[in-house]
C-alpha cells in the first residue's frame, strides 16, 4: 500500500514537470500545504504518546485530529485545483470571434480561483495550532513545527499568485477586488503567524531564546 503511495506521488511529480498546464502551481501549493499540516499532526502524535507529556495528551489528541483534517482536505484540493483548471483552458480555446466566449472566461476565471482561495481559508487555520504545538508539543519535534510554519507560508504565498493570476484577467473590476482583497488578508495574516513561529523555533534552536 505504501508502494503505491508513493508511485502515485511519483506520476503526479511527473505530470507537474510536464508541459502539461495541469497540475500547476495551484496543485504545487495545495500539497505544501498538506505537508504542512501534516508536519503538526506528527508533532502531536509523537507528544501524545511521550509519558513525559501526559497532561497535555487529550489537547494533543485533538491537535492531532485537526491538523490530520486540515491535512486531507488540502490534499484534496490539489484535484480539486486541477478540476477547477480545466473549464478556464477550455474557454481559452473558444475562439475570440464566437459570441458567449467571454462570458464562458469569466466564469472560467472564477472557478479556477475557488481552489486557491480555499486552500488560504484552510492555511489561516493552521498557524493557531502550530502555536499550540510549540509551546507544549515534544521538545524533540521542535524543528518540524518550524517546517511546518515555513511550508505553510510558502503555501499561502503560492496559492495567493494563483487567485491572482485569475483575478488579474476578470472583467467584474469589483469582483475581482473584492476578491484580492480578501486574499490579501488571509496571506498578511498567515504569513506574519508563520513568520512568528518560524523565528521562534530558530531562536530555540540555537539558544537565542
Given at each position: 500500500?505504501?508502494?503505491?503511495?508513493n508511485?502515485?506521488?511519483?506520476?503526479?511529480?511527473?505530470?507537474?514537470?510536464?508541459?502539461a498546464?495541469?497540475?500547476?502551481?495551484?496543485g504545487?501549493?495545495?500539497?505544501?500545504?498538506?505537508?504542512?499540516?501534516?508536519?503538526?499532526?506528527?508533532?502531536?502524535?509523537?507528544?501524545?504518546?511521550?509519558?513525559?507529556?501526559?497532561?497535555?495528551?487529550?489537547?494533543?489528541?485533538e491537535?492531532?485530529?485537526?491538523?490530520?483534517?486540515?491535512?486531507?482536505?488540502l490534499?484534496?484540493?490539489?484535484?480539486?485545483?486541477?478540476?477547477?483548471?480545466?473549464?478556464?483552458?477550455?474557454?481559452?480555446?473558444i475562439?475570440?470571434?464566437?459570441?458567449?466566449?467571454?462570458?464562458?472566461?469569466?466564469?472560467?476565471?472564477?472557478?479556477?480561483?475557488?481552489?486557491?482561495?480555499?486552500?488560504?481559508?484552510t492555511?489561516?487555520?493552521?498557524?493557531?495550532?502550530?502555536?499550540?504545538?510549540?509551546?507544549?508539543?515534544?521538545?524533540?519535534?521542535?524543528?518540524?513545527?518550524?517546517?511546518?510554519?515555513?511550508?505553510?507560508?510558502?503555501?499561502?504565498?503560492?496559492?495567493?499568485?494563483n487567485i491572482?493570476?485569475n483575478?488579474?484577467?476578470?472583467?467584474?473590476?469589483c469582483?475581482?477586488?473584492?476578491?484580492?482583497?480578501?486574499?490579501?488578508?488571509?496571506?498578511?495574516?498567515?504569513?506574519?503567524?508563520c513568520?512568528?513561529?518560524?523565528?521562534?523555533?530558530?531562536?530555540?534552536?540555537?539558544?537565542?531564546?
Amino acid at each position: 500500500m505504501e508502494q503505491n503511495k508513493n508511485t502515485n506521488l511519483e506520476e503526479w511529480l511527473k505530470a507537474l514537470a510536464s508541459d502539461a498546464p495541469a497540475p500547476g502551481g495551484g496543485g504545487a501549493s495545495a500539497l505544501a500545504g498538506s505537508c504542512a499540516a501534516a508536519l503538526g499532526a506528527m508533532v502531536a502524535n509523537l507528544t501524545r504518546g511521550n509519558r513525559r507529556y501526559e497532561e497535555v495528551r487529550p489537547e494533543m489528541i485533538e491537535l492531532a485530529e485537526r491538523t490530520e483534517k486540515i491535512s486531507e482536505h488540502l490534499f484534496r484540493l490539489i484535484e480539486e485545483d486541477r478540476l477547477a483548471f480545466l473549464p478556464l483552458a477550455e474557454a481559452y480555446r473558444i475562439p475570440k470571434e464566437e459570441p458567449g466566449r467571454a462570458e464562458k472566461l469569466e466564469s472560467a476565471l472564477r472557478t479556477a480561483a475557488g481552489a486557491p482561495m480555499e486552500m488560504l481559508k484552510t492555511l489561516a487555520t493552521l498557524p493557531p495550532l502550530l502555536s499550540v504545538l510549540l509551546q507544549k508539543g515534544s521538545k524533540l519535534a521542535l524543528s518540524d513545527v518550524g517546517c511546518a510554519a515555513a511550508l505553510c507560508r510558502g503555501a499561502a504565498e503560492s496559492a495567493h499568485l494563483n487567485i491572482q493570476v485569475n483575478t488579474g484577467l476578470m472583467k467584474d473590476r469589483c469582483r475581482a477586488e473584492e476578491l484580492e482583497a480578501e486574499a490579501d488578508g488571509l496571506l498578511s495574516d498567515t504569513a506574519s503567524a508563520c513568520d512568528q513561529l518560524y523565528v521562534s523555533v530558530r531562536n530555540r534552536l540555537t539558544g537565542a531564546e
